[in-house]
């Protein structure tokens, strides 16, 4: 690391990120075709001092990290100011075989959407252990908050269910997506994806945020069309108000992994389908795409 300017520390660790993704046998789904999990992921990067991370207090719960808290809980006995942090952040797109199955599905999700929710999610988890591995290799110290034993979900008044850590807020302050209807972030890549994070100690431009509010791209809240998201949940937990995590969970939760277990044989949970067949699934929509 020695010696690199801070576009090459940002261009070294999104090629790292994206080498991995591309061309790691554990970027699987693991069923008998060994069909890969991801897609070519996007990576974006905020600063540790962003205002966004104390603003969370406030909209996502008292007990959202900030950058600087997580770091200090991974290494308690070293001080380190907030500036001095990059938030590094990723999507990881669904492929295109996961969206084309699924985009058939009416109640629940195919067998390929299920996998990439399980093992896809423990990709998600070797990719940020790996980013660790590799910034720690260089004398960069790192942390992906989601692994700290201290992270856990938690109630919330306003969301229902909300994290110490979002991956979708970090990818949001990342300059990597605004929020839909169905409270997916919706990216360049769309909103059929996953995200993951990592904090390390080291300074790197903030990515552009090319968006003002939290949904600019969700034709709902820019245009007042669209709406699609709302006809394809299968037991009605999405409105003009938004999500209704009990509902939403409950199919998830319960319904979809009996299902799950029963005919695919794993112990997985899953659903999925507001993410597909609506005009964001794979992009930021346009406003002729809401009719
Ligand atoms: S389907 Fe339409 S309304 Fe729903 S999140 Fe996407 S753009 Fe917004
Ligand atoms: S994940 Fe499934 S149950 Fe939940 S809101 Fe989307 S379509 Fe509805």
Redesign the pocket.
């Known amino acids: 690391m020695a010696g690199r300017n801070s576009n090459d520390k940002a261009a070294w660790i999104t090629e790292l990120i994206r080498d991995w993704v591309n061309t790691s046998p554990e970027n699987t789904l693991r069923n008998k075709a060994g069909d890969r999990a991801w897609d070519d992921p996007l990576v974006g990067f905020s600063c540790g001092d962003d205002a966004y991370w104390e603003s969370f207090r406030e909209h996502v719960g008292p007990y959202h990290w900030t950058p600087a808290e997580a770091f200090m809980l991974a290494f308690p006995n070293g001080n380190v100011s907030p500036e001095r942090l990059t938030v590094v952040s990723w999507v990881l797109p669904q492929t295109g075989a996961t969206k084309l199955d699924t985009r058939k599905e009416k109640t629940y999700p195919p067998e390929s959407w299920a996998r990439a929710r399980f093992y896809g999610e423990a990709v998600n988890e070797k990719l940020r252990m790996h980013v660790v591995a590799e910034l720690a290799k260089a004398g960069i110290r790192a942390a992906a908050p989601v692994l700290l034993p201290q992270w856990s979900r938690m109630p919330s008044e306003k969301f229902t269910f909300a994290s110490k850590w979002s991956e979708r807020h970090a990818a949001f302050v990342s300059g990597l997506g605004t929020f ?3 409270d ?1 972030l ?1 990216t360049p890549r769309g ?1 059929a994806m996953r995200t993951g994070s990592v904090v390390a100690e080291l300074e790197i431009p903030a990515t552009p945020r090319p968006y003002k509010g939290h949904q600019d791209y ?3 809240f820019s245009h007042k069309t ?5 006809a394809r949940c299968p037991v009605h937990a999405l409105s003009e108000k938004g999500h209704d995590k009990i509902v939403c969970s409950k199919h998830v939760h319960d319904t979809c992994k009996a299902y799950i277990v029963e005919r695919f044989g794993f112990e997985g949970y899953a659903c999925g389908l507001c993410q597909t067949a ?3 699934e794979s992009g930021i ?1 346009s406003p002729g795409e ?1 009719k």
């Open positions: 839909g209807l169905s997916g919706i909103k969700c034709l709902w669209c709406k699609k998201c709302v609506v005009p964001c929509p809401g």
